[in-house]
């Protein structure tokens, strides 16, 4: 009886345990006050634990195994698994009420990019979801993302869509906890930004690596994550413990110059502004700090009176000239045409546009 009830014991199969204690004595001609008498238990204790009324405590499985010579991990095994399909019973039934609630994320596209699993059972969808956010329930994922306190909501660009606004940021976290980071040194990061300026000179395949693995030597995980529909930004800076740093582009336009910008004027919020602060770009916004880190970045790129000189000369307009400026600032072409841009020096339908390359990402992980 004893082998055959282990052999029996299958972890996908979950029967009430007082089921088959109910089949163990009768197969032993034992009643039930008489199990009762053997284990020190009163028949309506043992009552309950056939009726699934009771559990079968560690002390009782003990108990068991003495008088049936079933090993008591068996019976402590068959309870637990039981108790965890009635939660997963329970689970399924509370969260059946709220499927309606994946149609408001980007599941298709979050499926397609590999971000989570798909499936077919609805339940199922939502708990990958869940997982994905790290959370248990809905509930959960509105008191991090969408509570009155929680500064994301101080972002026009995360107000206007919170549910993908959400999982861009979260797929920002997630890449960026498999980064190693060094403490973070606020004089090290800003001589460095000087060595990633020259970097705009290359192609994406070597500037994304290289920018992604010096910046983590001075405490800054940089991560690229696509843009997701429905999540109208440019970059996101947050810090994710006190000693390490996190700058999420999306490349959203793809031209070079718009990355660049963008990360500088992330590295501005690093530098500039406080540990507890989110900030995330969209589009124009005429916050004070973001004006401020549109300053930081602009003149980083190209220093003001160079730029003033170069505009006063009138060869702006050439293109030949364009790139003698920048390889004499030792930055792409493309900054110094945004730029002129911007300042409405140049149409943004000019023909030096070609001088903007646009990326695509690529895989900095191998």
């Given at each position: 009886m004893t082998d055959r009830l282990k052999n029996e014991y299958r972890p996908d199969l979950v029967t009430p345990p007082g089921e088959t204690l109910q089949e163990v004595i009768e197969t032993m001609g034992m009643t039930k006050a008489e199990l009762a008498d053997r284990i020190g238990k009163t028949p309506k204790t043992v009552g309950e634990i056939i009726k699934h009324g009771a559990p079968i405590t560690p002390s009782t499985a003990m108990e068991l195994e003495k008088v049936l010579g079933i090993p008591s991990s068996f019976w402590n095994n068959r309870e637990r698994r039981y108790r965890e399909s009635l939660a997963r019973q329970e689970e399924r039934k509370r969260l059946e009420k709220r499927v309606g609630w994946l149609k408001s994320f980007p599941v298709s596209q979050?499926?397609?990019?590999?971000?989570?699993?798909?499936?077919?059972?609805?339940?199922?969808?939502?708990?990958?979801?869940?997982?994905?956010?790290?959370?248990?329930?809905?509930?959960?994922?509105?008191?991090?993302?969408?509570?009155?306190?929680?500064?994301?909501?101080?972002?026009?660009?995360?107000?206007?869509?919170?549910?993908?606004?959400?999982?861009?940021?979260?797929?920002?976290?997630?890449?960026?906890?498999?980064?190693?980071?060094?403490?973070?040194?606020?004089?090290?990061?800003?001589?460095?930004?000087?060595?990633?300026?020259?970097?705009?000179?290359?192609?994406?395949?070597?500037?994304?690596?290289?920018?992604?693995?010096?910046?983590?030597?001075?405490?800054?995980?940089?991560?690229?994550?696509?843009?997701?529909?429905?999540?109208p930004v440019y970059g996101a800076t947050r810090w994710l413990t006190p000693e390490k740093a996190l700058i999420q582009l999306s490349l959203r336009g793809k031209f070079e110059d718009l990355l660049w910008f963008t990360f500088f004027h992330e590295a501005a919020h690093i530098l500039l502004h406080g540990k507890k602060e989110i900030f995330i770009e969209g589009e124009d916004s005429h916050d004070e700090r973001e004006q401020r880190a549109d300053r930081f970045a602009r003149d980083l790129l190209i220093p003001p009176a160079a730029f003033r000189q170069f505009v006063k000369s009138e060869q702006y307009r050439n293109p030949a000239a364009v790139r003698a400026f920048a390889a004499q600032l030792g930055i792409s072409a493309a900054i110094v045409v945004g730029r002129l841009q911007h300042e409405g020096l140049l149409p943004f339908s000019s023909r030096m546009n070609n001088l903007r390359r646009r990326f695509d990402f690529v895989d900095t992980n191998n």
């Open positions: 979050m499926v397609k990019s590999g971000w989570i699993k798909a499936h077919k059972d609805k339940v199922e969808q939502l708990k990958e979801l869940l997982r994905y956010f790290g959370v248990a329930s809905p509930e959960q994922w509105k008191k991090i993302w969408l509570s009155p306190e929680t500064a994301y909501r101080k972002s026009k660009a995360f107000a206007a869509k919170p549910e993908a606004g959400s999982v861009w940021l979260r797929k920002g976290e997630l890449q960026a906890q498999q980064i190693k980071t060094k403490p973070f040194d606020k004089e090290a990061f800003r001589s460095l930004l000087q060595h990633i300026r020259a970097l705009t000179q290359t192609a994406p395949e070597e500037f994304q690596k290289r920018v992604v693995n010096s910046c983590a030597e001075v405490g800054l995980a940089v991560v690229f994550i696509p843009p997701i529909k429905g999540a």
